[in-house]
């Protein structure tokens, strides 16, 4: 059993900043792939990001390509999400995601274990 818990969600200006991590328990952490998704009121939640077990592969939807950065640092067992230039749009509860095939998917029915999300909001 993995528990994921995110943190560094907030309030913020478009154009503005935020950086979120999701700290896994366990000792397998870098064996899976990890995803973030996001989900904004009465929308379904949608994939973000997702990076491979070693962190060389990452996968972006088109809409925070150039803007947003995944990365992992297996020895802390933590997965960061960089968000740059925000935007009203990407307001939404973010979600982070552990895959066990170490396989990123776009599924979000795919992931075995999800974190509890983080509210980030941006103000325009």
């Known amino acids: 059993q993995v528990q994921l818990v995110e943190a560094g969600g907030g309030l913020v200006q478009a154009g503005g900043s935020l950086r979120l991590s999701c700290a896994a328990s366990?000792?397998?952490?870098?064996?899976?792939?990890m995803a973030w998704f996001r989900q904004a009121p009465g929308k379904e939640r949608e994939f973000v990001t997702g990076?491979?077990?070693?962190?060389?592969?990452?996968y972006y939807a088109d809409s925070v390509k150039g803007r947003f950065t995944i990365s992992r640092d297996n020895a802390k067992n933590t997965v960061y999400l960089q968000m740059n230039s925000l935007k009203p749009e990407d307001t939404a509860v973010y979600y982070c995601?552990?895959?066990?095939?170490?396989?990123?998917?776009?599924?979000?029915?795919?992931?075995?274990?999800w974190g509890q999300g983080t509210q980030v909001t941006v103000s325009s």
């Open positions: 990076i491979g077990r070693s962190g060389a592969r990452t």
């Open positions: 366990g000792r397998t952490f870098s064996t899976y792939a």
């Open positions: 995601a552990a895959a066990e095939s170490g396989s990123v998917y776009y599924t979000r029915t795919l992931y075995n274990y």
